[in-house]
């Protein structure tokens, strides 16, 4: 016999996630689910019409009808939304800077350091300026696919199966200690972030439109941790450590309170619509035949170098080129400059590149031997005039 296929959830039943406020939301109706799932911890919103959240995630009618934005339109966008987000993330605005890249390079974020340096924050300042749906999934070993994906329950009123979307289908979705959940679990998200889309019981259902995952680790802890395989890091487009606050930022951070306040103060300047407009007009930069062959002659350097057992791979390449595009979208350029393409470079790049040698040190040490291979190599590599 068959399984009948699971209609849509109806609002008010299972989990549901509207777009009308700041902030995202998923609750469950099932006491039983809810237990199976102690450790996904999410904001609640609602949405002001009463509108289908599941209809409203795809996001398929703003992609048909978004225009995209011109230069001069997303660098005024980039800087309201650089000083929103610093009100809450005080002297990090080439972090911000980055992660607005990414975003609009339609790319995801992997944020590695120490506990306590921003990394959270971080992601609800960006889902709260952008008016994007937000979750967060604290991973852990016994985490199962099904906990992030979401499940098909059978309904006993209505002798249908009835899909519960789980907390990936947010706009922005925060995998904090993304390497302390099973390489399983691991492969599950690699699905969403690389297809935009999740297979649950045989079928594909899209995640919202724009996707970012922000998955943050510690590299300074190994026990217990699943590293992330080379295909996983590959699909992240930027790799950035926050690193601790000036001094001075630090001090005001301990007279001012902190930051909540702040945080929970800030109002949407953007929405969902118009990040899309800004990711279509990444697309619209121009990028001249001098500048593809830097990337190109920066991606051979690492291929041949006998510091680096593994090089940067073609993805990478493409990925290198978009957030340059990107950033100098933000920066009000139609255009591509060199610079663009050589202060992203160990961003991008070194995350993509193992290095050689059986004595290659691990974690912190390794990211920071990786940095140094890929500058020593953007300064090696002549740029074009």
């Known amino acids: 016999m068959s399984r ?41 919103v609602t949405s002001p019409d009463g509108s289908s959240p599941l209809k409203a995630l795809p996001g398929g009618e703003d992609r048909d009808r978004a225009s995209p934005l011109g230069p001069a339109e997303a660098a005024r966008l980039a800087k309201a939304l650089e000083a929103n987000v610093a009100r809450a993330l005080r002297g990090k605005q080439d972090v911000i800077e980055l992660s607005l890249a990414a975003l609009a390079a339609s790319g995801h974020l992997l944020l590695e350091d120490v506990p306590g340096v921003g990394k959270t924050t971080l992601a609800h300042a960006l889902a709260r300026s952008l008016d994007l749906s937000f979750s967060r999934i604290q991973f852990t070993s016994d985490l199962l696919p099904g906990d992030i994906t979401g499940v098909s329950v059978f309904d006993q009123r209505t002798g249908q199966f009835v899909f519960k979307p789980g907390p990936l289908f947010a706009h922005l979705v925060l995998a904090d200690e993304i390497n302390r959940t099973t390489p399983r679990t691991q492969s599950c998200l690699l699905e969403a972030m690389a297809e935009g889309q999740v297979s649950v019981d045989g079928g594909a259902r899209v995640l919202p439109s724009p996707f970012l995952v922000l998955a943050t680790q510690n590299p300074h802890e190994h026990a217990g941790t699943y590293p992330l395989p080379e295909s996983q890091l590959d699909r992240f487009l930027l790799r950035l450590p926050l690193g601790y606050p000036a001094p001075d930022v630090e001090r005001e951070l301990l007279l001012g309170g902190g930051t909540q306040d702040e945080l929970q103060e800030l109002r949407p300047v953007a929405s969902a619509h118009e990040v899309r407009r800004l990711q279509l007009g990444v697309e619209q930069v121009k990028v001249a035949g001098e500048v593809a062959d830097y990337v190109l002659a920066l991606v051979a350097a690492t291929r041949s170098s006998p510091l680096l057992s593994l090089g940067v791979s073609p993805r990478g390449a493409l990925s290198l080129l978009r957030v340059a595009q990107a950033r100098a979208l933000l920066r009000g350029r139609g255009y591509v400059e060199p610079d663009d393409v050589k202060e992203l470079c160990v961003p991008c790049l070194a995350h993509r590149v193992v290095l050689a040698g059986r004595a290659a040190p691990a974690g912190e040490l390794a990211r920071q031997a990786a940095e140094r291979v890929i500058r020593d190599l953007a300064e090696q590599v002549p740029a074009p005039e």
């Not at 009948?4 to 406020?21: C, H, N, V």
């Not at 700041?22 to 450790?39: D, F, V």
């Open 4 to 44: 009948p296929s699971p209609p849509r959830a109806a609002r008010g039943e299972g989990y549901t996630l509207d777009l009308g406020t700041h902030g995202g939301a998923l609750s469950h109706t099932s006491e039983a689910s809810q237990a199976s799932r102690p450790r996904v911890n999410l904001l609640r």
